[in-house]
């Protein structure tokens, strides 16, 4: 899921009340209220009068005001150590105070300026949950790699290093993490990986199999085909920027042009009976499809089965505007 955290830098619980109404106004997402004062983070939650936001953060100076507020409006908490031992304290003292166990986050720490020992207490915190089942480890954990922005002055250098602590919070048993950048090249990688790490492997990301539109497409405008594995559409999609044309991603089960077609998931009969049941001849004058190059073995049949004509096109779709100029509008 997605959220977003508001912290308070002033430390003042009027201009932090003023604040988190304007986002909530402003947004449907879950927020975390991020401030170590109480009367900061409860000035938050009466001005949300309720969504169980997120609290962060309980310390072994806090934790039993932080807590209580948990415990009053009904919200998750996070607890925060880089002292293992000292979270066991402040969690075990949580759940002996009546913190449910559905409300309680983990947050062990990320230290920028050394990863290596943010890394080893979040296996040993994970090892204990899972191999030891110690009740008061086993609870997600959070991680921040919004400290990058404290080791590192230049914006660029810190959005960088936020992207990588991201990634490898990610691949150490992180289930929430804190960012601060907005730039989509600091964030990316951790949005892709996220994808692949949550992703089933037995149901590939897949977009669904109908006929898109790219630009602004009109009945002389070509028909490309592809298949629906995400990654080939939304390439081919980037691929068209600048061309009004239409984009009919075959039902491959999530498969790339190339396997679908030696695995028999991309047919002749699968086109055929798609140019009939997406109306094809309503979107276009013209009778003709253009087949990616690795399909090329498929024309034929195309051809005979629904009399329309197959324009066979690059293998890489990064070629498909020069193809285009060359062979679009087609010969009569």
């Known amino acids: 899921f997605d959220s977003i955290a508001v912290r308070s830098k002033s430390g003042e619980p009027d201009t932090f009340s003023n604040v988190v109404k304007l986002v909530s106004e402003n ?16 000035s938050g939650l009466k001005t949300l009068g309720g969504g169980s ?9 806090n934790w039993q005001e932080v807590t209580g507020l948990a415990m009053k409006y009904g919200c998750p ?24 166990d559905d409300q309680i986050v983990l947050d062990p720490g990320t230290n920028p300026l050394d990863l290596k020992g943010t890394r080893a207490r979040i296996v040993e915190l994970r090892r204990a949950a899972i191999e030891g089942e110690f009740e008061p480890l086993r609870f997600p954990i959070l991680g921040v790699p919004a400290t990058a922005w404290v080791a590192e002055k230049d914006e660029d250098k810190a959005a960088f290093l936020e992207g990588a602590i991201g990634c490898m919070l990610m691949n150490t048993f992180v289930d929430a993490m804190i960012f601060h950048s907005t730039e989509i090249w600091s964030l990316m990688p951790a949005l892709v990986l996220r994808q692949d790490i949550y992703q089933d492997p ?43 044309c239409y984009i009919f991603p075959v039902d491959t089960d999530g ?21 009939e049941k997406h109306n094809f001849e309503e979107k276009v004058a013209h009778k003709t499809l253009v087949l990616p190059g ?33 062979n679009w509008p087609p010969k009569e």
Not at 53 to 61: C, E, Q, S, V
């Open 294 to 326: 690795d399909a090329a073995v498929l024309s034929g049949q195309i051809e005979v089965d629904s009399g329309w004509n197959v324009l066979v096109g690059p293998k890489d779709s990064a070629f498909i505007k020069d193809f285009l100029a060359e």
């Open 53 to 61: 936001p997120l609290l962060y953060a309980a310390t072994i100076d």
């Open 77 to 100: 908490v996070t607890i925060s150590s880089s002292d293992l031992d000292e979270m066991v304290e402040i969690s075990s003292r949580a759940l002996a105070q009546g913190v449910k």
């Open 202 to 244: 037995r149901n590939p990301a897949s977009v669904d199999s109908k006929l898109m539109e790219v630009g602004n497409p009109d009945e002389n405008s070509p028909i490309l085909i592809t298949g629906n594995f995400a990654l080939t559409y939304y390439t081919v999609e980037g691929d068209c920027e600048g061309i009004d």
């Open 255 to 275: 498969t790339s042009v190339t396997s679908s077609v030696a695995g028999d998931l991309m047919t002749a009969e699968k086109i055929v009976d798609a140019i």
């Open 27 to 42: 947004t449907e997402y879950p927020l975390v209220l991020c401030s170590y004062y109480p009367e900061v983070l409860e």
